[in-house]
Every structure is written in C-alpha cells, then in structure tokens.
C-alpha cells in the first residue's frame, strides 16, 4: 500500500464521533494514507453522521432496531460493509456486542478503542470504575478486535493521570484527547502495512512480536531521542 493507493476503510460508530474525527482530519491532512469510504451508525441520530456529511464521506445508517435477532444485524451489516471492499474496518464508539461470525469475517482487520487500560475495565462505564478503585492512572487501548468482549491482542495505549476531584467528565475529556492520538496512530501503521496479526494472534509491528502493548509516552520519548 503506498501513498498513491490509500487504504479503503469503513467506521463504524454510534454516537459523538470524535474518533471518527480525528480519523477524518489525519485523511485530509495527508498523515494517514486511507480513504474513507463509508461511516455507518446503529444509531440514526448519532452526531458522527454529521461529521461525515460535512467530510463528504457516504454516511450509512442501520439501526438495529430494525432487525429480530443479532445474527440477522450482523448479517446485514456485513453486506453494507463488504459492499465498500474496506482493507480496515474501525469501530470507533460502536456500541454492539458483535457475533462470532462477524468478528471471524474481519479477522486481523478490524480495530477497536476502549476508554481503559485494558486489560482493566473492560465493558461500560470505565471513567467511573476507575475512579470508584481509587485508581491514579488510566487511560484508553487500541486493540485488534476478538471474539472476547475488549480482550483482542492490544497494539497501543496511552495513560492519563487520575487527577484529584476528577469526575466521571473530567477524566473522559483527558482520555478522549489521548484517544485522538493512539487510534490515527495504529490505523497509520496498518495502512502502511507495518501492523499486522499474525497467524499466532499476536500483533506484529516492522515485522516485531508486541507481547506487549506498547505506550504512547514511549513512542513519543523514542521519536524524540531518534530526532536528536
Ligand atoms: C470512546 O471513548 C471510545 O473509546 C469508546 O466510545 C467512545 C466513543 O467516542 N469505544 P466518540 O464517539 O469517538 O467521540
């Protein structure tokens, strides 16, 4: 994949879409080699379609509402999706359990962004439970997406400090600014086709194993020296 021929890429959200707009932002800046072929949303009122609508991108949406079964949504949304022959399929905000089918479908295409340090927190309402656990740290992961529910192999996180009188808000608005970093991040190194899952499940980034997720503080300390 060169710069010549970006990666096509589907994104799937549900709700603000701010994921969605950093994505969108590193497209037309020119730092991420992909194109954009489609936003598609579970939720008919979901801002991120507005998001799309004022990028020019085909703005789907599915609601789920509208199908008996999970299968039967998975199904569908996986014709809308194949539809647009996507090279990456991002899930920014999608706020569906997928099915084993579907996730098998989209086997090391298909990333996902949680608002945690998985694996702590996995599931809803992270910001609070953290805070709940008296944790000092947390922080947002990106991982290639598995049949277990936040538990795919992670390729990056950020951490973010827990500040005293932190609410719920507070912390969100801090993990979502790190967000908009990690996940351009990762989608970049899979467009380049520098990240991959290896037939061992475990990520590959310039050909090396990640046992561990790495850390966007490190990343950026490794730039920095490399630089000087
Ligand atoms: C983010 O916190 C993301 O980690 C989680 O859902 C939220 C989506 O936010 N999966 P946005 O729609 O991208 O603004």
Not at 19 to 26: P, V
Not at 147 to 169: C, I, K
Not at 216 to 223: F, H, S
């Amino acid at each position: 994949m060169t710069a010549a021929t970006p990666m096509p890429v589907v994104v799937l959200i549900s709700g603000s879409g701010s994921n969605l707009q950093a994505l969108i932002d590193g497209a037309l800046s020119g730092a991420l080699p992909i194109s954009i072929r489609a936003v598609i949303s579970n939720e008919p009122e979901a801002f991120g379609l507005i998001r799309a609508r004022r990028a020019r991108i085909e703005g789907r949406v599915l609601n789920h509402r509208d199908f008996p079964t999970r299968a039967a949504y998975d199904r569908a949304l996986v014709d809308l999706i194949d539809g647009y022959r996507p090279g990456l399929l991002v899930l920014a905000g999608f706020m569906r359990i997928l099915t084993p089918a579907f996730v098998a479908r989209y086997r090391g295409r298909m990333l996902n962004i949680h608002p945690s340090l998985l694996p702590s927190y996995r599931g809803l309402h992270t910001h609070q439970r953290a805070l709940d656990a008296g944790e000092t740290l947390h922080g947002a992961s990106v991982h290639f997406v598995t049949e277990e529910l936040d538990g795919g192999p992670l390729v990056l996180q950020a951490r973010v400090p827990v500040h005293p009188g932190d609410d719920a808000a507070t912390l969100a608005v801090r993990v979502l600014e790190q967000e908009h970093r990690i996940y351009p991040q990762v989608v970049r190194w899979f467009a380049e086709g520098r990240l991959v899952l290896g037939p061992d499940g475990r990520p590959r980034l310039d050909g090396q194993v990640l046992a561990e997720p790495l850390l966007l503080d490190q990343l950026t300390q490794a730039q920095a020296t490399a630089a000087q």
